[in-house]
Each structure stands twice: as C-alpha cells, then as structure tokens.
C-alpha cells in the first residue's frame, strides 16, 4: 500500500510508515506477553505471585537498555551487520545454555 501526495505521485514513505507501526504495535505486545503467564508461572514453580513478578522485571529492564545500545550501533555499523552479530551471540549463549555450560 503506498499512498499518493497531492502530484498523484506514490509516497513510499506512507508505507514505511504503516509497516513501522505495524512493528511496533507486535514488539509492545511482546514485551507485556509474560504478565499474563504470571499465574501459570507461580503455579508451576510453587511461587507467590509477587515473586513471580520479578520475571517480568528481569524481561523488561534488558529490553529497554538494550535498544539504547544497540539503536546506536545500529545506526553507526548498519542494522543488518548488528542483527547478524546479535544473532551469533544469541545463538551461542542458548546452545551453552543447553549444554550446561
């Protein structure tokens, strides 16, 4: 979808505009999917739910100090570079994880 100025001519920029959005609505509900699950998490663990909660703080606070990081990183070394890296570490730290390591 791409939307037209007063030349009749195609603005790209709209639709970058609607995908942004777009992304941004999905990333804000990532970020509040774990409050939800508190109860099912303090089930499972024998918690209260305050305890709980701290899952949701320990998601949260690398969230937002990350995209301070990686925002200015993003902009200096290109974004596809710094996803790609992201990507590398992310996959190791899992497999470590998995491992036991």
Do not use: C
């Amino acid at each position: 979808m791409s939307v037209k100025n007063k030349a009749g001519v195609k603005n790209e920029a709209g639709r970058a505009v609607l995908l942004l959005g777009a992304m941004g609505f999905w990333v804000m509900g990532d970020n509040y999917a774990a409050s939800p699950m508190l109860v099912d998490i303090a089930q499972d663990f024998g918690l209260e739910i305050g305890t709980a909660a701290m899952v949701v703080v320990a998601y949260m606070i690398p969230f937002g100090l990350f995209t301070f990081i990686f925002g200015p990183l993003g902009d200096r070394y290109g974004k596809l570079r710094i996803i790609a890296v992201a990507f590398f570490w992310n996959r190791h730290f899992q497999q470590s994880g998995s491992a036991g390591l």
